[in-house]
């Protein structure tokens, strides 16, 4: 992969930030020799990053879901294609460190030429999205405009089984974002959309757990392009 030294040099500064052990893997086709061998509209898989970190640590899967996606939308800016994958892999074959859990992985390879357009096209339309206001819990009709773009960008972001379920909620002038915990992939759907939100309103950012509150502080710094 020619990308590699890059998209390493990117997981060592998000570890160091985050604290959590991400791990790239060249060649994990190990782990998928049971099923189907494309995902989405890109094929021959054969690198993914392994999202893991501490067990202990309680925020671990919001933190997976916001990093990953940092990790995502860079990785489709260098024209890479992506897909979280939670279920259908085999985990046996990565060994991990005692005290660390394997949240899930982000497979990624090239894109043949051929459907490259097809995918940006898709990716523009972002299909079967849910519409904003249902997801804006506000206390008044006054809601801030960056808090609108931060939405917009919330409603492009990729969810498991595009269930969509993080809220945000705009009660006493306070900014939070929750999700239900229903389903085994919800926080990381919380922090992926977290990470999205802040990209939409260029400003602030969140803590990273569930209930998180919004500072209108300058973004945490992750990795330098
Ligand atoms: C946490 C998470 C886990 C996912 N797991 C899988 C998976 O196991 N297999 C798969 O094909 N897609 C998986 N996806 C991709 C979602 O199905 C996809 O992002 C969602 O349906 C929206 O599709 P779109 O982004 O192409 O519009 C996962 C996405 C997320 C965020």
Redesign the pocket.
């Known amino acids: 992969m020619e990308n590699e030294k890059e998209i390493r040099k990117w997981i060592a500064e998000i570890n160091e930030v985050s604290g959590l052990d991400i791990e790239y893997v060249a060649d994990g086709r190990e782990a998928f020799s049971n099923i189907r061998k494309s995902?989405?509209m890109f094929s021959n898989v054969r690198s993914m990053l392994l999202m893991k970190g501490s067990s202990a640590d309680e925020n671990l899967k919001v933190k997976v879901?916001y990093y990953g996606e940092e990790l995502v939308l860079k990785m489709t800016e260098l024209g890479l294609g992506t897909?979280?994958?939670?279920?259908?892999y085999d985990n046996r074959v990565f060994s991990l460190p005692e005290d660390e859990t394997l949240v899930?992985v982000i497979v990624f390879g090239n894109i043949e030429a051929s459907i490259k357009d097809k995918v940006i096209r898709s990716l523009a339309r972002?299909?079967?999205r849910k519409d904003i206001s249902g997801r804006i819990d506000s206390d008044t009709a006054k809601i801030p405009e960056f808090v609108i773009k931060g939405m917009e960008a919330v409603k492009s972001a990729?969810?498991?089984?595009?269930r969509q379920n993080p809220t945000l909620h705009f009660r006493n002038g306070t900014i939070t974002m929750t999700v239900d915990l229903g389903a085994r992939?919800d926080l990381?759907?919380l922090g992926?959309a977290m990470r999205h939100f802040e990209i939409g309103a260029e400003k602030g950012s969140f803590e990273l757990k569930n209930g998180g509150e919004w500072r209108n502080n300058p973004c945490r710094v992750i990795a330098e392009i």
């Open positions: 995902y989405g879901g897909c979280w994958v939670g279920g259908a899930l972002s299909k079967s990729p969810s498991a089984k595009n992939f990381i759907d992926i």
